[in-house]
């Protein structure tokens, strides 16, 4: 089974994986590549130009071999925010695409702790995007996440 997780930055989609995923599943989660990708001490959600972009890479080829692979394992994917071709290609394999959403004040109080503005423009993109079109997924309602 394809899994794909969307949300805000910091909603908890990586919570949401972690407590349904087995061992022997496939999570393709692009914050865990790139960190994969750099090197001691870079932290752990990088926004590196250049380290984002070979993680991007290395996101696509893990997408594409994945696919071949749901229907011997399940496969988790994070994607943030999904385009509609995106979202039509992951219909195409059959995906349930699934949105972790602890709310608006709960996310942009999180990416003010961490202190990343570039994640606060992609939360408040996210909300902004969100607000104008229909649900895309079931909603996994309040996600409990790491301690923020």
Known sequence: MLYVVTG???AGK???????????DIVIDLDR?????????????SQDTIAVQVAHRA???????AFKHTGETDVYLIHTMPSARWLA?????RAEI???????????????DMRSPGLLAVA????????KRAPIGRA?????????
Do not use: C, F, K, M
């Open 33 to 45: 590549i790139t960190q994969a990708l750099t090197g001691p001490g870079a932290p752990a959600w």
């Open 98 to 112: 699934v949105t972790v959403d602890p709310g608006r004040d709960v996310v942009l109080q999180r990416v003010r």
């Open 89 to 93: 290609r992951y219909r195409r394999h």
């Open 59 to 65: 996101r696509y080829a893990a997408i594409d071999e």
């Open 140 to 148: 996994a309602g309040r996600q409990a996440s790491r301690n923020w």
């Open 124 to 131: 408040t993109r996210w909300y902004t995007q969100h607000a």
């Open 8 to 10: 805000p930055p910091a």
């Open 14 to 24: 990586s919570s949401w994986i972690t407590a349904r995923a087995r061992a022997t």
